[in-house]
């Protein structure tokens, strides 16, 4: 079994990184499985992979290179003998630090060897994230053996070239390449170059040389080091008409005009439009406020939600002076919402406290839902919550 592991800062493009590498793997007769780690307790990404049709896991609510090793463990031992891949693909968090979870790997009992360790750049935000988080970034690029540029289609030539001469002098070693995660030339380079064996190839043997190649003298918590506040959430809405009981902190309507029997399905539900709209109003909203508490917090707020047979997915990286709102629909076998909706929230952001961030979720989302007639209630969270749960 040989193990990816593809690193890189929250948004930097690690997903959609994976998912093309998980197409050319099924091109190339390889057999892949993917392990995908998020910080929040609320998966996002999860559910947008399992498209991808290949055996997945999801770790969520913390760091798999710190708090969830165990989680980590079991998960790849349980995968290597169940599925056997030719190769297990992890993306672990943007807070993670790369090198920490290939150490913990070479601890499990399981014969794999690893491509080098891939780190990838947003190269038009590395500057602000330079500005807000050095020492994390510095730490997370030094451990790298590939550095992919990525979002070269975002900026222009002088920023790509101050990048990559201020990542040599960081990391002299790195082989730097230059991508975009979007197009599938790049995404081929990157695969060629991490199939091809080489000196970066260790084993369980090697476990004693990995550890000394480690910068990391006591084991960091990355999320510490990151100054990273994540808050996540599923919020169960429905629908004016919907059939679900109506409790909770949403606004208590159901004195409506539909109310009675023989309504019609869906009515007075969300089409897949509407949830997108809805989706950008919350992140905008939400992106605005924590921008008042630190103007030039980088990190992200993503949403997702399915809609009949479509997952919408939503994420706005860093803050509204350097605004990008990206939504993306996947197609997925569809589901009868019933006037239902699981709306799934997660901000991890610089310098920012979890309480506000949470007060924030709860303020714009509870504002844009009770605008479309929607109620919610917010499923109980932490240690509440007895396990992630998926889409
Ligand atoms: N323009 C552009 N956008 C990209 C590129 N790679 C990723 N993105 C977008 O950046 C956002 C974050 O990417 P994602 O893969 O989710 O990042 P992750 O948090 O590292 O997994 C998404 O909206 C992607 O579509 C790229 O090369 N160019
Ligand atoms: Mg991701």
């Known amino acids: 079994m040989k193990v990816f592991i593809i690193g890189g800062f929250l948004g930097s493009g690690k997903t959609t990184t994976v998912l093309k590498l998980i197409k050319k793997m099924a091109a190339d007769n390889k057999r892949a499985a993917l392990i995908v780690n998020e910080v929040g307790e609320i998966g996002i990404d999860g559910s947008a992979l399992e498209v991808a049709g290949i055996p997945s896991k999801e770790i969520t609510n913390g760091c798999i290179c710190c708090s969830l090793i165990y989680s980590l463990r079991v998960t790849v031992s349980e995968l290597a003998d169940i599925y056997k891949p030719d190769i297990l ?20 009992n399981v014969m794999m060897s690893f491509a080098p360790i891939i780190t990838l750049v947003d190269v038009s935000r590395f500057t602000s994230e330079m500005n807000q988080i050095p020492k994390f970034v510095e730490q997370q690029l030094k451990e790298a053996d590939i550095i992919g540029i990525n979002k070269t289609d975002l900026a222009d030539e002088e920023k790509i070239q101050a990048v990559e001469t201020f990542l040599k002098e ?11 995660a979007r197009e599938n030339e790049s995404v081929d380079k990157l695969y ?9 190839v260790f084993n369980p043997i090697d476990a004693g040389g990995a550890e000394a190649r480690s ?29 679900g009981k109506q409790e909770g902190q949403g606004r208590q309507e159901g004195q409506g005009s539909q109310e009675g029997q023989g309504r019609q399905e869906g009515q007075g539900g969300l089409t897949v439009k509407d949830a997108g709209a809805l989706l950008e109003q919350i992140v905008t909203t939400a992106g605005i406020e924590i921008a008042k508490l630190n103007s030039s917090f ?84 932490e240690g509440d919550l007895k396990k992630p749960i998926l889409l």
């Open 298 to 381: 980088v990190g992200h707020i993503k949403m997702a939600v399915k809609v009949d047979d479509t997952l919408i997915k939503v994420s706005q990286t860093a803050g509204p002076d350097d605004r990008q709102i990206e939504a993306e629909y996947i197609l997925q076998e569809k589901i009868e919402n019933n006037g239902e909706y699981e709306l799934r929230y997660l901000s991890a952001v610089t310098n920012v406290k979890k309480a506000a961030l949470e007060e924030i979720a709860n303020n714009a989302i509870s504002a844009a839902l009770t605008a479309k007639n929607l109620t919610f209630k917010k499923q109980a969270s």
């Open 170 to 180: 960081m990391n002299p070693d790195a082989y730097q390449i230059r991508m975009s």
């Open 215 to 243: 910068i990391v003298t006591e084991k960091a918590n990355s999320i510490e080091v990151s100054n990273i506040s994540a808050y996540s959430g599923l919020y169960h809405a429905h629908a004016q008409g919907g059939q």
């Open 89 to 108: 693909i992890v993306e672990p968090t943007g807070l993670s630090f790369p090198s920490q979870i290939r150490d913990e790997l070479l601890r499990i």
């Open 192 to 200: 060629r170059l991490m199939m091809a064996e080489g000196e970066t």
